[in-house]
């Protein structure tokens, strides 16, 4: 048989990334770092996948003592299993200069008995951790920068850079089916798991978040312990036709950011985990880093937009490796109107 013409109609995640490649929208060592990335979430949604058979729910830790990780949290299993599946697959395929994760203290550099490539890789191994023993979709970010000029050896410090400077950023979703969001700053693009084959294959090219909505996403039982200007702004959605908005709006919260900031990429909406009384002392409850940048990152690319509330996030100057920030994203029109009210407050 003589070899094909032109590409088969069905795009697989290599195929996408060889066409980058040759667009050079990603160099070769992006090309792999991604897809060590892809086939590390493979096996995370396997082990996902296996529920109860696998053995895989509940807290780690052993002899009754929870295990506890930097941000004060008890461990899930699959926190620690996506964590380590992580590390291994990145640790030698000479790509990455170092990597860090939600779940470890500090950024590790790649080992000496490894080659150390020009990247940075940062990750949540498992978003949305209350949701792993009751069957409802987790996912894994990432987000990828350079490692700056001349550093071989990275520490932290060379991790805090502002979301701007990210050059992918990508999250996989394990629900009824897994699929991987990516973008390298070109659009925001998503990939669907074929289970029998054992790859991904591109099923939405360009994303678009409609720039209106009349849905939002929040945990209201936070109601009161929000600032003044939060206050406002979702008592004037509540007040639908009747209200200043003049439109009744839906609510949906999986409290999964994954899982709530992949349907705003579908069908719109807006995302927020505001500052509350609560968390205030340490600034948010979601990690700027871990999740409000990578995530962002896709939502901006998918002509969307995300604040803090009152900083356009991806120019916030990250001051640690495990900050916190509000998160206001989704729709471009509505997370204008959310800044609005913050901004008009003070
Ligand atoms: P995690 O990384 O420890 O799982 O926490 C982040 C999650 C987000 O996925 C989600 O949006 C939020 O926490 C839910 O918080 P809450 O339980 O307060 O509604
Ligand atoms: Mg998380």
New binding site residues.
């Given amino acids: 048989p003589s070899l094909p013409q032109r590409p088969a109609p069905s795009v697989s995640l290599t195929q996408f990334l060889i066409e980058a490649q040759r667009a050079g929208h990603v160099s070769p060592d992006l090309r792999l770092l991604i897809e060590v990335v892809a086939r590390a979430c493979k096996r995370i949604s396997i082990a996902v996948g296996k529920g109860a058979l696998g053995g895989v729910l509940g807290e780690a830790g052993s002899a009754g003592e929870a295990s506890i990780n930097i941000?004060g949290?008890a461990q899930k299993k699959l926190d620690v299993i996506a964590n380590d599946v992580l590390m291994e697959a990145n640790a030698w395929g000479g790509h990455l200069a170092g990597l860090a994760s939600?779940e470890m203290d500090h950024s590790q550099p790649i080992p000496d008995v490894y080659p150390r490539g020009n990247y940075l890789l940062l990750f949540?191994p498992l978003?949305?951790?209350?949701n792993i023993d009751v069957n409802i979709s987790v996912g894994t970010i990432f987000s990828v920068l350079r490692c700056p000029d001349g550093v071989t050896t990275p520490g932290d410090e060379h991790f805090l850079q502002p979301g701007t400077e990210q050059v992918c950023a990508g999250y996989t979703t394990y629900g009824p089916s897994t699929m991987l969001v990516l973008t390298v700053g070109h659009g925001t693009h998503a990939f669907t798991l074929d289970r029998e084959i054992g790859g991904f294959v591109l099923t939405t090219r360009d994303m678009r978040i409609p720039d209106e909505t009349k849905e939002f996403a929040v945990?209201m039982s936070n109601q009161r312990f929000w600032e003044p200007p939060m206050q406002a702004y979702v008592g004037d959605l509540l007040a639908g036709t009747e209200g200043p908005r003049g439109k009744d709006f839906n609510m949906r919260w999986v409290?999964?950011?994954?899982a709530?900031v992949h349907r705003i990429l579908t069908r719109g909406g807006i995302f927020s985990?505001p500052l509350d009384s609560k968390c205030a002392a340490k600034g948010g409850?979601?990690r700027l880093m871990y999740?409000a940048n990578p995530m962002s990152f896709l939502v901006e690319q998918a002509g969307g937009a995300s604040s803090t509330g009152r900083q356009r996030m991806l120019e916030v100057r990250p001051t640690g490796l495990h900050q916190r920030v509000p998160v206001f994203m989704g729709s471009r029109r509505e997370v204008e109107t959310a800044v609005d009210y913050h901004l008009r407050h003070d």
Avoid: I, R
Wanted: charged share 40%; hydrophobic share 20%; no cysteine.
């Fill in positions: 941000q949290e939600e949540d978003d949305g951790s209350s945990n409290a999964s950011m994954v709530d985990y409850k979601l999740e």
